[in-house]
């Protein structure tokens, strides 16, 4: 199984980005889905945060400027990122709650990161 992100890039304050993180291999479900980010000397956050049934939850700092979405059958979860700030300078990660065939319950899995630079 793995997650591969991808829509990461330079941008000016108050542009958009998106983002994309599509998963592959011998998946038999997909629970939760997530976007991550860590700043240099900073610990991972919680970004955005979509539940299998399609609610979401967001970081406060992020709140009405994201949008998480997915596309279960592309196994995919994207990050609409709107008003974009210097402070959301960060590598992204993409994160997904997947059930392999070969596994009896669900693990954690983490796309490789992309980075996302915004200037003043």
């Not at 994207?78 to 300078?89: R, V």
């Amino acid at each position: 199984v793995q997650l591969q992100a991808s829509g990461g890039g330079l941008v000016q304050a108050g542009g958009s980005l998106r983002l994309s993180c599509a998963a592959s291999g011998t998946i038999f479900d997909i629970n939760n889905m997530a976007w991550y980010r860590q700043a240099p000397g900073k610990q991972r956050e919680l970004v955005a945060l979509i539940f299998s049934g399609g609610s979401t939850n967001y970081a406060d700092s992020v709140q009405g400027r994201f949008t998480i979405s997915r596309e279960s059958a592309k196994r995919t979860v994207y990050l609409q990122m709107n008003s974009l700030k210097p402070e959301d300078t960060s590598v992204y990660y993409c994160n997904a709650d997947i059930k392999a065939w070969d596994r009896s319950s669900f693990s954690q899995y983490w796309g490789q990161g992309t980075q996302v630079t915004v200037s003043s």
